[in-house]
């Protein structure tokens, strides 16, 4: 059973443009909301995180936006570059019981963005 | 500082052998957890290690161990290796006492192929 689910799968934008990916859970006992970005051949590299007591987090071009009610969150990428292009990961973590520290991660979107 | 390193960079193994992959945590860090992810797949959690102990366990098999060492390094072992086990093999690093949660850092991970 899927713990966080993603998406799209795939995903194409012009350089310059806004790159939205999707991400819903069940588990109300998740508090932490992490983004990892995945270059071919390297482990993935956090790159933004949040927790459910605020709506949304900004890091320089990365936007979380996070929707407790709804239970679900997005990474909004502003102006995307070339360099952009990988593969994002969304994943969530459980606050307390036996299962602190496991991190459950959705399948993946693959970002490609043309120049 | 070197990051989370990991050794070897790629393997190939046989159906039915055994195989070591190694860990190196970040400086400071003294947990390790381990995650494997298939071809297009999002990272599954594999087991964590804090303070040489197995503290949390994913849905595998006995066929997969680990063992952590007292410089907090770690090692994952399979054995009677099945063609399904080829895959990234992930290891993290976090430390245990972060406020609110361990935030985990991901090596390079090892590329495991088994014909």
């Known amino acids: 059973q899927q713990q966080v689910k993603q998406s799209p799968q795939s995903l194409i934008v012009q350089k310059g443009g806004i790159s939205i990916i999707n991400c819903a859970y069940e588990n109300t006992a998740f508090d932490y909301f992490p983004w990892y970005q995945q270059f071919p051949g390297k482990g993935p590299a956090l790159l933004i995180a949040?927790?459910?007591?605020?709506s949304e987090k900004k890091e320089g071009r990365f936007t979380i936006s996070f929707n407790k009610s709804a239970k679900q969150f997005s990474l909004h990428i502003m102006d995307s570059q070339p360099g952009d292009s990988a593969t994002y990961f969304c994943a969530a973590r459980r606050g307390r019981g036996s299962t602190l520290g496991r991190l459950y991660f959705g399948r993946g979107t693959q970002l490609t963005v043309w120049p | 500082d070197a990051g989370v390193t990991q050794s070897p960079t790629h393997l190939i193994k046989t159906r039915g052998q055994q195989v070591t992959l190694r860990c190196s945590p970040k400086?400071?860090?003294?947990?390790v957890s381990w995650y494997q992810q298939a071809l297009g797949q999002g990272p599954q959690f594999i087991f964590q290690y804090y303070e040489e102990e197995e503290r949390q366990r994913g849905n595998f098999p006995d066929r997969f161990s680990g063992h952590q060492f007292p410089n907090y390094s770690s090692e994952l072992n399979v054995n009677a290796l099945l063609l399904g086990d080829s895959a990234l093999y992930l290891c993290?690093?976090?430390?245990?006492?972060?406020?609110?949660?361990?935030?985990?850092?991901f090596g390079p991970g090892t590329r495991l192929l088994v014909l």
């Open positions: 993290a690093s976090s430390f245990m006492g972060q406020v609110h949660g361990a935030t985990q850092y």
């Open positions: 400086s400071g860090h003294d947990t």
């Open positions: 949040i927790r459910p007591d605020v």
